[in-house]
């Protein structure tokens, strides 16, 4: 016979305890890898946005003469190297250059900093690049989002 002094948890409260707390870690990880995905799919998000908005910006300074362009690249960088790098800019003497991006985003889907490029040239659905110019970047991900589509067609 216990005491009053004796005071604890018998064995099947510290059963009933401990299953309680397994059923709520294993609800966890579902809502966590959830999570996870959604904060991927918002940093594709952004670094696409990033990357399209430096070549339209870099487009953008080729149609106004700011620079010289190659030919058969349509205005457009040849590599994304090249907005991270910068073009120098006609009339410039001071060999400053008009710089674009300050890194190449890293792509969330794939750890790294190789994008999929897709020239003028080249089927918007691709997965090949035509090299002639980049028109158009997307992640090298087979995955696809929740809503079937494959993070490439972002």
């Excluded at 004796?6 to 294993?26: C, K, N």
């Excluded at 966590?32 to 910006?57: F, Q, S």
């Excluded at 003469?65 to 457009?76: A, D, H, L, P, R």
């Amino acid at each position: 016979m216990r005491g009053r002094s004796q005071r604890g948890m018998t064995l099947v409260e510290l059963i009933a305890a401990f299953t309680i707390l397994a059923l709520l870690s294993v609800m966890s990880v579902p809502l966590t890898a959830y999570k996870v995905r959604r904060d991927k799919e918002r940093d594709l998000r952004y670094a696409l946005k990033e990357i399209r908005h430096a070549i339209d910006m870099y487009k953008d300074e080729a149609t106004r003469g700011t620079f010289q362009i190659k030919v058969g690249t349509e205005g457009y960088p040849e590599t994304l190297e090249m907005l991270v790098e910068g073009v120098t800019a006609s009339g410039r003497t001071d060999g400053s250059k008009l710089k674009f991006l300050r890194r190449i985003p890293k792509d969330p889907m794939t750890n790294s900093t190789e994008w999929g490029m897709r020239s003028m040239k080249d089927d918007p659905k691709s997965m090949s690049w035509g090299g002639d110019n980049v028109f158009d970047v997307y992640t090298k991900s087979y995955e696809r989002a929740r809503d079937g589509t494959p993070y490439s067609e972002w």
